[in-house]
């Protein structure tokens, strides 16, 4: 065998055990302007535009109900502000703590900006989504949970938005 024969050999070998990335879109809305100093409420939306279902571990997420970690960047006149949130270690994953998604189906969180991040000054703010799931698998391959040596990760490419905070 050629050398141009066991490439074209690997590379179709490599193209039919390699699988495709979860077809996941994600979106945040924020409310029209907030006060300043009270909630700022968001609500993520996550929907599985795939034809498997999903399990998607809800860690660093919305789904978690509350802030955990800093999966948004938040700045104000092009200064970044510091997370405020909890951050938290992890063990391994519970079963509880995967998220079911089925095919064309939509799942929504919401948290509140003003728990992680400081915003009682009126302005404008630039709300950037850094979201990266620690674990995604189709619900065909495996049941939850999965040893972390298992873990799937991915990146969610969600649209950066704008929130307006006005004085109270």
Not at 54 to 65: I, K, S, Y
Not at 84 to 105: D, I, N, S, V
Request: proline share 9%; hydrophobic share 45%; glycine share 6%.
């Amino acid at each position: 065998m050629n050398s141009r024969t066991a490439a074209a050999a690997l590379l179709a070998l490599a193209m039919t055990t390699a699988t495709a990335a979860p077809a996941l879109r994600c979106a945040f809305e924020a409310p029209a302007p907030a006060a300043a100093g009270g909630p700022v409420p968001l609500r993520f939306s996550l929907t599985n535009a795939g034809a498997v279902p999903l399990w998607v571990l809800r860690w660093n997420t919305p789904f978690e109900g509350a802030w955990y970690s800093a999966y948004v960047e938040v700045t104000r006149d092009g200064h970044a502000l510091p997370y405020q949130g909890a951050m938290k270690k992890r063990a391994e994953p519970r079963g509880e703590q995967y998220l079911r998604l089925e095919p064309g189906a939509t799942r929504t969180a919401q948290v509140d900006l003003a728990n992680a991040f400081e915003l009682s000054k009126p302005g404008r703010y630039r709300v950037v989504p850094r979201l990266h799931l620690a674990d995604v698998f189709e619900a065909t391959q495996a049941e939850p949970p999965l040893p972390r040596s298992g873990f799937h990760d991915l990146a969610l490419a969600c649209a950066a938005f704008d929130v307006t905070i006005v004085a109270r």
